[in-house]
């Protein structure tokens, strides 16, 4: 029963950091190269347009609900399950969000690291 | 990409590994705070390890965010995935402990992907986005 108390928190982290990393990524976009905005018009504009961008928001708090997610999984199942089996699925989660979402053009060369990091860090909790 | 551009993707990597760890370090050496006990949350603040972490980790977020306003979510993620290698190494050479031979081939399937990723283009998306208001504009009374 706490096995599958801990696979539905996996899927709750991994659904919210997906959600939170798309968001956050969708208004940096939205934002514009920070490194030329600060070259033309200083830190304070860059604060200023980053905190009004209201999915910049939605992204933090989609992040916040995923790290307490985890706060709660980690005390139903076992840190080497609950912790890279999240972040493993995030990687991939994240390429299928991000072609959907964002329109990245998610080629062979992304999906390929994607998969490989995701096997990698499974492999290196084991 | 420029050399700067490297620089923030290393910034990433680095920032959120030593803050986790730092984090970790801090939270160990206060012993379990649990769900019940917000005050010891509070508190936590006040040991060293602890504030430092939380430093890198809003150093790491600051990067993140300059990254991803010039970059794709699918290249940022994978190419700032060395930590995981970086927490390893640094537990084998001052640590002094064992890496399995599963533990190795992880550290090879992650470095095969950061280099995979990290020599493709680091924007692909279509800039749909450029009919709509700038953010900026939409901000002024």
New interface residues.
């Given amino acids: 029963m706490n096995e599958l108390y801990a696979w539905a928190a996996i899927a709750i982290i991994t659904l919210a950091a997906t959600t939170g990393?798309?968001l956050?990524?969708y208004s940096?976009?939205?934002?514009?190269?920070?490194?030329e905005l600060f070259k033309t018009s200083g830190l304070f504009?860059v604060i200023?347009?980053?905190l009004?961008?209201p999915t910049f928001f939605l992204g933090v708090l989609a992040m916040a609900v995923a790290f307490y997610s985890l706060?709660f999984g980690l005390?139903w199942g076992n840190l080497s399950l609950v912790v890279p089996a999240s972040a493993s699925l995030t990687?991939v989660a994240?390429?299928v969000a991000?072609?959907i979402f964002?329109?990245?053009?998610?080629?062979r060369?992304?999906w390929?690291?994607?998969?490989?990091?995701g096997?990698?860090?499974?492999?290196?909790?084991? | 990409m420029t050399f700067?551009?490297y620089l923030v993707l290393a910034g990433v990597t680095l920032f959120s590994t030593l803050g986790d760890s730092l984090l970790a370090r801090g939270m160990k050496q206060l012993g379990g705070v649990s769900?019940h006990n917000f005050s010891g949350l509070l508190f936590a603040i006040l040991n060293p390890w602890v504030a430092i972490g939380i430093l890198l980790l809003l150093a790491f977020f600051a990067s993140?965010?300059?990254a991803?306003?010039?970059a794709?979510?699918?290249?940022?993620?994978?190419a700032t995935?060395l930590g995981?290698v970086l927490v390893?190494l640094i537990a084998r050479i001052f640590f002094h402990e064992e890496i399995?031979l599963?533990?190795w081939?992880?550290?090879?399937?992650?470095?095969?992907?950061?280099g995979?990723?990290a020599?493709?283009p680091s924007l692909?998306?279509?800039r749909?986005?450029d009919h709509?208001q700038?953010?900026?504009q939409?901000?002024k009374p």
């Fill in positions: 990393d798309v956050l990524a940096m976009r939205r934002v514009g190269d920070v490194g504009s200023a347009r980053v009004t961008t706060l005390s990687f994240n390429a991000a072609r964002l329109h990245e053009r998610v080629g060369r992304r390929l690291a994607a998969l490989l990091v096997a990698g860090v499974v492999l290196m909790a084991v | 700067r551009k769900l993140y965010m300059s991803l306003s010039w794709d979510l699918t290249y940022v993620l994978p995935s995981y390893a399995s599963t533990r081939l992880g550290i090879a399937c992650i470095a095969a992907g950061v995979i990723v020599a493709g692909t998306a279509a749909h986005h709509a700038p953010v900026s939409e901000a």
